[in-house]
């Protein structure tokens, strides 16, 4: 190497101790060779995240960092990694020494050394609690903009709409169901208006869970009516192995609420 002939050993060193602590990350390495996997380095960016000294650090194995909303699946899975001898990457709830919480991106790799047939593992500390925040930031709008989109609009005394638009993926079918169960229960309804006219990418699977939707209601005692069915979701729904012969549709919601026994009745 190239720098071997401009410094010496010492100073490669050196250089390197002096590279890793101005490293934004953390780093540490430990000993499998010793007892309980010990950390014997930790550099400057380590000590910055977790707010331990250097002398509280060396010689103790790394779970001192876990605590009670510690994923152990997580903490398994690195275990395993580390007695394999195998890389691996997980994002972990850490704790500082001051007991706030971090979510740790953690990457540890074996380091095996050929002269002294020795193997060390490196481990790598990223602070993404930032990142998840902003993750669960936009977990939490999406979900909103699920339930607005997903509005059981009450229109006169035992009749509800249902308006559905946009895709009706099974999570989102999911929701539904809890949220009609959740309002049929208080509201007991005697008829629920599903509006699919602004579905779309409709398929076979959006037909099999509206008959799913039809069997929930019949059992809470709440007839179905559909309106709005396009050609294409009509035509899903014939090749069904699934009867729909008894579920009510309409064109509109209008055309519905017209023919309702309870149409007349006003909130």
């Given at each position: 190497?190239?720098?071997?002939?401009?410094?010496?050993?010492?100073?490669?060193?050196?250089?390197?101790?002096?590279?890793?602590?101005?490293?934004?990350?953390?780093?540490?390495?430990?000993?499998?060779?010793?007892?309980?996997?010990?950390?014997?380095?930790?550099?400057?960016?380590?000590?910055?995240?977790?707010?331990?000294?250097?002398?509280?650090?060396?010689?103790?194995?790394?779970?001192?960092?876990?605590?009670?909303?510690?994923?152990?699946?997580?903490?398994?899975?690195?275990?395993?990694?580390?007695?394999?001898?195998?890389?691996?990457?997980?994002?972990?709830?850490?704790?500082?020494?001051?007991?706030?919480?971090?979510?740790?991106?953690?990457?540890?790799?074996?380091?095996?050394?050929?002269?002294?047939?020795?193997?060390?593992?490196?481990?790598?500390?990223?602070?993404?609690?930032?990142?998840?925040?902003?993750?669960?930031?936009?977990?939490d709008s999406l979900q909103e903009v699920t339930s607005l989109s997903t509005p059981i609009v009450p229109i006169k005394n035992g009749v509800s709409a249902l308006p559905l638009i946009g895709k009706l993926s099974e999570e989102r079918f999911d929701s539904i169901v809890a949220k009609l169960t959740a309002t049929l229960e208080d509201s007991k309804d005697d008829y629920l208006i599903v509006d699919l006219s602004g579905l779309i990418d409709v398929d076979?699977?959006?037909?099999?869970?509206?008959?799913?939707?039809?069997?929930?209601?019949?059992?809470?005692?709440?007839?179905?009516?559909?309106?709005?069915?396009?050609?294409?979701?009509?035509?899903?729904?014939?090749?069904?192995?699934?009867?729909?012969?008894?579920?009510?549709?309409?064109?509109?919601?209008?055309?519905?609420?017209?023919?309702?026994?309870?149409?007349?009745?006003?909130?």
């Amino acid at each position: 190497m190239v720098i071997s002939n401009i410094f010496g050993l010492q100073k490669q060193l050196e250089l390197i101790k002096k590279a890793l602590d101005h490293a934004r990350i953390g780093v540490v390495i430990t000993d499998p060779s010793l007892k309980d996997n010990p950390i014997i380095y930790v550099n400057h960016g380590f000590t910055q995240l977790t707010g331990y000294k250097s002398d509280e650090i060396l010689g103790r194995n790394c779970r001192f960092l876990q605590g009670k909303e510690t994923d152990p699946e997580q903490v398994a899975l690195i275990r395993q990694a580390i007695q394999n001898k195998t890389p691996i990457t997980a994002q972990l709830k850490n704790y500082k020494k001051d007991g706030t919480f971090f979510w740790n991106e953690l990457n540890i790799d074996p380091l095996y050394i050929e002269q002294d047939d020795k193997t060390f593992f490196i481990g790598f500390q990223k602070d993404i609690t930032r990142q998840k925040e902003y993750e669960k930031l936009l977990e939490d709008s999406l979900q909103e903009v699920t339930s607005l989109s997903t509005p059981i609009v009450p229109i006169k005394n035992g009749v509800s709409a249902l308006p559905l638009i946009g895709k009706l993926s099974e999570e989102r079918f999911d929701s539904i169901v809890a949220k009609l169960t959740a309002t049929l229960e208080d509201s007991k309804d005697d008829y629920l208006i599903v509006d699919l006219s602004g579905l779309i990418d409709v398929d076979e699977s959006v037909g099999v869970r509206i008959f799913k939707l039809h069997h929930l209601l019949n059992l809470t005692g709440t007839e179905l009516i559909i309106t709005g069915i396009k050609p294409q979701l009509a035509m899903k729904m014939k090749d069904l192995d699934t009867d729909f012969h008894h579920t009510t549709t309409y064109l509109t919601i209008k055309e519905a609420i017209k023919h309702l026994p309870l149409a007349e009745t006003p909130v």
